[in-house]
Nanobody
Framework: VQLQASGGGLVQPGSSLRLSCATS????????IGWFRQAPGKEREGVSC????????RTLDSVKGRFTISRDNAKNTVYLHIHSLEPDDTAIYYC????????????????????WGQGTLVTVSS
């Protein structure tokens, strides 16, 4: 099982990024995929998730309108589009997966997530 997060980098405030989570080794269409982030000195938080087969999405209230999640089941990949980046978005972003047979996903807890990627660093600074 592999989840490979990519797309991070050093960007200026107001910029946009697209993070990718390329997966392999499990039945992608049966899994919810979530994005979590951990900023320096802060706890990890879930920012967005998408249920199996793009059935439902959830996004952290504080980033709604700027973060959009999508999945491409043909490519076994999930994307996190981030617009109007702010310095507070600086963090390591991780993608994770858990199996669920409902059109649902969760970001309130990382506990359901079985598989994790290595993370990609996003730094927002002028």
């Amino acid at each position: 099982v592999q989840l490979q997060a990519s797309g991070g980098g050093l960007v200026q405030p107001g910029s946009s990024l697209r993070l990718s989570c390329a997966t392999s080794g499990f039945a992608f269409h049966d899994y919810a995929i979530g994005w979590f982030r951990q900023a320096p000195g802060k706890e990890r938080e879930g920012v967005s998730c998408v249920g199996p087969l793009d059935s439902s999405t959830r996004t952290l209230d504080s980033v709604k309108g700027r973060f959009t999640i999508s999945r491409d089941n043909a490519k076994n990949t999930v994307y996190l589009h981030i617009h109007s980046l702010e310095p507070d978005d600086t963090a390591i972003y991780y993608c994770a997966a858990y199996r669920i047979f409902l059109p649902f996903c969760a970001i309130s807890s990382a506990n359901p997530y079985k598989y994790w990627g290595q993370g990609t660093l996003v730094t927002v600074s002028s």
